[in-house]
């Protein structure tokens, strides 16, 4: 069994777009903006043997006010720059098992790819991505990007960057 690190998308590796204090995925690919610091982080955690995985909900493309190929085109801009090895989406709504803060995301990619959820790690920048690593037994982290939204879980761990929370998962035997 391997370990993994899932990563949100939105607020982790990607600036989210806020609007009156609340986070929203970018509309355009214009607006998909990857933090400097996403590049070394996950360069550094792939070295180090993890599966990266994102993880991340696309509701809009479900509700039909964001177009799955732009959402697409923003995921093959990550890949080409990022060593990504999978990337899960969910277009549904809140009803469906793989919208976080479900773990459906996390629990097929762990069968699929043989990840043990217990040694792996949840980073995400809200209580959706907490509560989903928390669900399956990850090590959660919190990107805390000061939002104004609380928490329903603590996270394991509480940092400001992908970069902090690679040097966190790092130190992890």
């Not at 391997?2 to 806020?18: E, P, S, T």
């Not at 809140?94 to 980073?123: C, I, N, Q, T, W």
Request: with cysteine; hydrophobic share 40%.
């Amino acid at each position: 069994m391997r370990r993994a690190v899932f990563l949100d998308r939105d607020g982790v590796i990607n600036k989210a777009v806020l609007r009156n204090g609340k986070p929203y995925p970018p509309e355009r690919i214009e607006e998909f903006l990857m933090y400097p610091e996403a590049s070394a982080a996950c360069l550094q955690l792939k070295a180090a043997g993890f599966v990266l995985v994102v993880v991340t909900n696309q509701p809009d493309v479900g509700r039909g006010t964001q177009k799955r190929e732009i959402v697409e085109a923003m995921h093959d801009r990550m890949c080409a720059l990022l060593p990504i090895d999978r990337v899960d989406v969910c277009y549904d709504s809140a009803l469906s098992e793989f919208y976080k803060p479900a773990p459906g995301m996390l629990l097929r990619a762990a069968g699929e790819l043989s990840l043990d959820l217990s040694a792996s790690f949840m980073v995400g920048d809200r209580w959706r991505d907490i509560d989903c690593g928390r669900a399956v037994g990850c090590t959660t982290i919190l990107i805390d990007r000061g939002y104004d939204e609380g928490l329903r879980e603590q996270p394991d761990h509480r940092v400001t960057s992908l970069l902090e929370a690679a040097q966190i998962i790092l130190r992890r035997p």
